[in-house]
Every structure is written in structure tokens, then in C-alpha cells.
């Protein structure tokens, strides 16, 4: 049923490089698709360990998963959401060789490929005179460098900078999820901030780039 072969991927090239296509994952697909051992993700598009469960159980190997997603990033359907060539060349190759090694596999990531991707804390950033500051993940990963933070009841001046080249903002959310306070959008050397009188509780802060928080882009905000 289906017979594909792929040639092309093993022709004498380089290895593909996972961790860059671990990295790149994050960065051009995780706002939009859920694949576990990158970290989760979005829902815009299919979740890709579902769409390529199938294919493990019958028995497909790698390289035929690797051809199935390098033709979608260059092949996109027309008017589908998904941008066409969000990555190229060499870059297309590792990100699908990612995929392919980890879509529909149980377990985690090991060795350089646990360290690719957002490293997030879950030690809480404290904050320090009425400042909060949660970076944004420097390798463009939808996350903040730690999940959780901590601050006295008052005034809090809370800055997210932005190392990475996507675009982040920080924004809070109450106990019942509504907006209450959100940063403007930064790019790469930008820092995103609000200031917010806050009571004791807890909160959510979150990016509202499209996709960035359901990919993972929030933690939570203890008050007390
Ligand atoms: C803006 C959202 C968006 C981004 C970003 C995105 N995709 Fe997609 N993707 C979609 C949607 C929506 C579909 C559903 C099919 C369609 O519309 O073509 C899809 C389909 C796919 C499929 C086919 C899945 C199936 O069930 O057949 C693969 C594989 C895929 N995307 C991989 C990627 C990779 C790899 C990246 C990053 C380089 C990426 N996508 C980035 C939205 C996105």
C-alpha cells in the first residue's frame, strides 16, 4: 500500500544532525504540532507521534518517515496553515531525521539530544525588590528558562528578555486564566514588561504569540 522508496536521504551525504534538528524542531514546528520527546506542542496541526504511529506499526523504518516529512515541509498543500520551506536544505534533512527518530517512540530524549531543545528550570525564579525576571529560552524553544517564579504581594515590575530569534512576549493570567497584564512582543535583544499590583495567589505567566503557549510557553507565579 505504501511503497515509497527513498533513495535520496542515504546517498553517500553527511549524517543528519539531530540536535540541530531537534533545535530547529522547536523553533519552525513545536508552535504548531505535538511531538513528546521534543517537549510537546500546539495543536494547529496533526500531533505527529499520532500521525506517524501507523507507521511504526507496520513496520516502516525511519527513512520513510524522514521522506514523509521533508516533502511536507517542502510540499505544503495549498491554503493549509503550515508555511512552506520553514526550513531548508541540510536544516530540512536533520529536522525530518528528528522527527523520524522520535515520533510515535515512547521514552526520552538521551546523551547531546536531551541537552537540544529549551532547557527549563523548575527551580523558581524569586523576585528581587519588586523585579521579576524570566528570560525567554535562548535556543528559540516555546519556553521560559524556568517554569516557576515567586514574588511578595505589591507592585512588580516583571521583564521577559528575549535572547532567541522568535518573537516572545510575557503576559500574565489570574487564577481563572483571564488576561491580566501582557508585555508588548520582542524580538531577538528585546525585553517584553509589564508592571502589575499584585495580591497573594497564584498565577500564570504565559507568552500570547499564537501557538507559544499551548506549545509550553508559560509557568507559574507564586504570591505570597
Ligand atoms: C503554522 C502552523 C504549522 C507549522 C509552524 C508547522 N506545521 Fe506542519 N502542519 C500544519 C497543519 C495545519 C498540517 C495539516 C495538513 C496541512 O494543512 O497541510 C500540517 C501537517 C504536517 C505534516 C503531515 C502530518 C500528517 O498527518 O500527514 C507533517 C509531517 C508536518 N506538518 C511537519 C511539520 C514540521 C516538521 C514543521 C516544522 C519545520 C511544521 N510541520 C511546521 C501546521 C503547521
Redesign the pocket.
Known amino acids: 500500500m505504501f511503497t515509497v522508496a527513498l533513495g535520496a536521504t542515504g546517498c553517500g551525504s553527511e549524517e543528519p544532525d539531530l540536535v540541530n534538528g531537534k533545535n ?2 522547536a523553533e ?2 513545536q ?3 505535538a511531538l513528546e520527546r521534543a517537549g510537546g506542542g500546539a495543536n ?3 500531533d ?1 507521534d499520532e ?1 506517524f504511529a501507523y507507521a511504526r506499526e507496520d513496520g516502516l523504518g525511519e527513512q520513510t518517515v524522514e521522506g ?2 521533508l516533502s ?2 517542502g510540499n ?2 495549498r491554503n ?4 512552506e520551506d ?2 531548508t536544505g541540510d536544516d530540512a534533512r536533520d ?2 531525521a528528528y ?1 523520524a527518530e522520535v515520533a510515535g517512540e515512547p521514552g526520552e530524549d538521551i546523551g547531546a539530544l536531551a541537552e537540544a531543545g529549551a532547557k527549563v528550570s523548575s527551580k523558581p525564579i524569586v523576585a528581587k525588590s519588586g523585579k521579576l525576571e524570566i528570560p525567554a529560552d535562548p535556543s528559540g524553544a516555546l519556553a521560559f528558562t524556568s517554569s516557576r517564579a515567586q514574588a511578595k504581594p505589591g507592585t512588580v515590575e516583571v521583564a521577559m528578555p528575549n535572547p532567541a530569534s522568535v518573537q516572545h512576549n510575557i503576559a500574565l493570567r489570574d487564577e481563572g486564566g483571564q488576561l491580566m497584564q501582557e508585555g508588548e512582543v520582542v524580538g531577538e535583544g528585546g525585553t517584553s514588561m509589564f508592571t502589575a499590583m499584585l495580591k497573594p495567589g497564584t498565577f500564570t505567566y504565559v507568552c500570547t504569540v499564537p ?1 507559544h503557549e499551548e506549545g509550553g510557553m508559560k509557568g507559574e507565579l507564586t504570591v505570597k
Open positions: 530547529l524542531y519552525s514546528c508552535r504548531c504540532h494547529v496541526g496533526p505527529l500521525a514523509v516529512v511536507q515541509i505544503v498543500r493549509s496553515t503550515m508555511p520553514l526550513v529536522v525530518a522527527v501557538g
